[in-house]
């Protein structure tokens, strides 16, 4: 029997799809990279998720697994052989537990992470991971790509909000570790193999998370500041004020919130001059009134000192959600703007400012004029460092001429610093290249023998996050 027909018998012919536009699953985010796939085979549960992986092993073809789509470092797409098989997990959507007492959800891989956060609201707790992609991002994405957002500073990343997985491995059994232990010493963290691994390990089909307390009031401000440096000073007076209240310290500079206001005008934003712009979020338990306290004061002692020129506080839920969108809305502006080269970096926050003047420099001797769309979770050391083509260069010019010596200097500063060259996003196909460049080889060579022990024939998502000879 032919792998297709084996498909179609697994899950139903409606569910194996071949023809029409597949480009949903076959192009990425953002419109860099589009493969070619066998097929797109849907599985409903996780009986089926094992099935489909023994039939693809016995016709030695791989699978890449997919959610919503929305990475942003092509490594959820297929190759371009039209031999993989597309494996997507969004009909896998169901909530399968809520346990108040233990605080923890258990969700299928397919759920969007939106659904995860109103489940756990309606609950009355808190998910607290929280991205611009949340509207179609799924958690199983969100585990195998370890996403941060804009929550890391209070909550973790993504690892740290998962106390177990369900996953099925590289020769179709399914690893039931669905605990919601919050302490299980019995050996090696398996978990926390999966959880990062981009889909090259094996088939994350359910987790059981992390919930929280919901905050009883949560507080956003919006200030302007002249320059990078005063950012990171408001931001260890923000930490000293408000210790683990700080739940959100986000910064943008001019560029990159001119494009909001370009492609996306009804998003007005306060202060558009202002060289950088920060968003800053405290949540408390206590009441409004003390939280409203603390961060007026925190706000004009920074006022008073000199590291904010201007700020404002948002004065209901709604003035809130408009300043996160503002925010939120900046990847999608720089997407209508045309393409450009992403950096996705972390250094310690130490050394950010220096690392910012000295690249920035660097960069416009490179490419004289070149634009930096320059944001990021402050909080975390990760800026999402992007270079822009100069306003009169075309950005396909752009990238094929600078897109490597770009890369290379960024990534050779970053490695100066003490940083990583991916904070949040992980590695796909876009930087399995570099990575070797980069890693401790040592390291390097572990990530292989995991792998290669894993999935020995290299069936899952083959040459992205580590190449096998
Ligand atoms: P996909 O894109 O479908 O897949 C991502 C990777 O995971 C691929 O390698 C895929 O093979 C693998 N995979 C997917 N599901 C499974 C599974 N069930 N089992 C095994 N492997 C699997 N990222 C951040 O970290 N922080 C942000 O703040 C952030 N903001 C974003 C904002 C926008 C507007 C956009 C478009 C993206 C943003 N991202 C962000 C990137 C992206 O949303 C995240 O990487 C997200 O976690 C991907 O989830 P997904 O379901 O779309 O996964
Ligand atoms: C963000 O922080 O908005 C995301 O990581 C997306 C991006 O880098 O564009
Ligand atoms: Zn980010």
Redesign the pocket.
Known sequence: MSLISELQTILGTSHVLMKGDLSAFELDWRKRSKGRALCVASPANTQEVAQVVKACVAHKTSIVPQGGNTG?VAGSIPDESGQQVLLSLKRMRAIQAIDTANLSITVQAGCVLQEIQEAASHAGLLFPLS??SEGSCTIGGNLSTNA??TQVLRYGNTRELCLGLEVVSASGEIYSGLSGLRKDNTGYDLKNLFIGAEGTLGIITAATLKLYPKPLSTLTAWVAVDDLERCVSLLTQSHQALGAQLTGYEVMNQFSLSLVGKHIPQLACPFPNSPWCVLLELSDSESQAHASQQLENLLSQAMESGLASNAILADSLQKAKHLWHIR?S??MA?AMEGLNI?N?ISLPVSSITEFVRTTDHALGQLVPGVQLVNF??LGDGNL?YNVQSPAHMPASVFLETFEDPVNTLVYQQVKHFGGSISA??GIGSLKVLTLPHYKDPIALKMMRQIKVCLDPLNTFNPNRVVMID
Do not use: A, F
């Open positions: 942003l991205l611009g941060g957002g939120e900046i990847t720089q992403k996705d990021g979770h999402h949040e996003h």
